[in-house]
């Protein structure tokens, strides 16, 4: 379906943001189109079944 051809997008980015900015997981949110952080965890966890946080973590050493 279109919206969740718009949120598998939206959390491409997320990921690639998580992995090459230092912004907060509540700006990177944001700045990919969710309407809230808690629909961004949400989302996020139930397509990665790991947290943006833990994400970032475990994918990015140098911001780390």
Do not use: C, M, W
Not at 18 to 38: D, N, Q
């Amino acid at each position: 379906s279109f919206p969740s051809y718009v949120t598998a997008r939206r959390l491409d980015y997320a990921e690639k943001l998580l992995t090459t900015s230092t912004k907060s997981v509540t700006e990177i949110a944001f700045e990919a189109g969710f309407t809230s952080p808690r629909t961004f965890f949400r989302s996020f966890q139930a397509a990665y079944q790991i947290t943006p946080h833990q994400y970032r973590k475990n994918h990015n050493k140098f911001l780390s």
